[in-house]
């Protein structure tokens, strides 16, 4: 089997007539701007070839990575006020009645999310839809969901205790998560049904898993993952913003590892061998090498395209994958979501990641078509 088809198979499962990203540039998820409009322009010039909505958490308190992905979640309480969002001790048995008859009719769209907590979906709709109908859609389109382990530890009861302790809760909370998960895949199917579509789960609690601090037992954690994975026909992914059990992780139904390689690069190169087995079968790799702080400022392509190269050479020593078919099942990425930083560093994370994108591609013999830019 031919390198190039070996490091698409996955893509394949899902589209036939995909392409491997070949160092595509690609959003984490959060932007630091309150206007939708403007933040999906950014997007669409930044990371043409794999739009996501982005996430604004500095529009509102509702668009936080974990109020918004818990509406309609039974027992939930948002006070905009004092930007508190916690759950009831007790779920009142009407909200979980009516959350199980939701779920009887399995119809991921009575899951949704609404446009006050994610301004990002509609106007990601209309820039797909004008592509649509100009013939140049994307050859990807990205959604994001926060994962169960982390909303699961950083959502509270009225007791303090983290929701991931209380087996009801925790049960309901993962399956509304999972179908936030599907009702966006399947909107994606429905706004680009010639891109291919990826659900990506934000799990930054997934680094803590073994530290002294936080209380993140495995056997518990993937389990939850798994259930939000598996319903998925879509390429799927999840997001861990720092160092991790990756041979754990990646035993997982995945299709796209999403990590910090500006950091943790040496965590990702000491255990090459788990990552170069996920390529070799067809895995895609997200190299977070862009930090998303002020050191954007100071760096270059280069710098950010040596670092993806360091790890990229190391899964190559590690056999069964070659450097080629790494940098071809590659995205580049900032190390986590930009919501939080000042826009011109934001907005240098981006360019980086466009240019590093570039110089990878020079290497490598490839350019980026004109054709995969679209607009709003």
């Known amino acids: 089997m031919s390198s190039i088809v070996r490091g698409i198979k996955r893509l394949n499962d899902v589209s ?20 939708a409009r403007h933040a999906m322009d950014f997007i669409l010039s930044s990371t043409p070839e794999i739009p996501a909505w982005p996430q ?29 969002f916690w759950v009831f001790d007790e779920p009142p048995a009407e909200e979980v009645a009516i959350f199980l008859e939701k779920l009887e009719q399995d119809d991921p769209g009575l899951f949704a999310i609404s446009e006050d907590h994610a301004a990002g979906l509609p106007v990601l709709e209309a820039a797909l839809h004008s592509a649509m109908a100009d013939g140049s859609q994307p050859p990807f389109v990205k959604g994001q969901v926060t994962g169960p382990v982390s909303f699961g530890l950083t959502v509270l009861r009225e007791d303090r205790r983290s929701l991931l302790y209380d087996d009801t809760q925790r049960e309901l909370a993962t399956t509304l998560l999972t179908m936030k998960g599907r009702w966006q895949e399947r909107l994606l199917r429905l706004w680009a049904p010639a ?21 993140v037992p ?3 954690c993937f389990p939850l993952l798994e259930q939000c994975l598996e319903p998925l026909t879509c390429l799927k992914g999840i997001h861990i913003c720092g160092g ?26 000491t255990q090459s061998e788990a990552f170069a087995s996920f390529a070799s079968e067809g895995g895609l790799l997200a190299w977070g090498a862009i930090p998303n702080d002020d050191r954007a400022l100071e760096l270059t392509a280069e710098d950010i395209g040596r670092r993806i ?9 590690s056999g069964g994958v070659s450097l080629d078919e790494v940098l071809a099942a590659s995205f580049v990425s900032p190390a986590c979501g930009t919501g939080a930083l000042l826009e011109a560093v934001a907005e240098r994370c981006f360019q980086l990641g466009a240019e590093a994108s570039s110089w990878l591609r020079v290497r490598m013999g490839v350019s980026t078509p004109d054709s995969r830019r679209i607009q709003g």
């Open 309 to 317: 190269l360091r790890g990229a050479e190391a899964l190559d020593k």
């Open 16 to 35: 036939p007539a995909a392409q491997p990203p070949r160092c595509a540039s690609m959003a984490v998820g959060s932007l630091p701007y309150e206007d």
């Open 195 to 215: 891109s291919v579509p990826l659900i990506v789960f934000d799990e930054p609690y997934l680094a803590q898993m073994g530290s002294a601090f936080v209380n």
């Open 56 to 84: 604004l958490p500095r529009r509102s308190f509702l668009e936080n990575m974990y109020v918004q992905f818990g509406e309609g979640l039974p027992g939930a309480n948002v006070d905009l006020d004092t930007q508190r």
């Open 244 to 269: 991790a059990d990756w041979e754990s992780v990646i035993a997982m139904p995945l299709d796209l590892l999403s990590f910090d390689a500006a950091d943790y690069l040496d965590s990702v190169i």
């Open 218 to 220: 495995p056997e518990l």
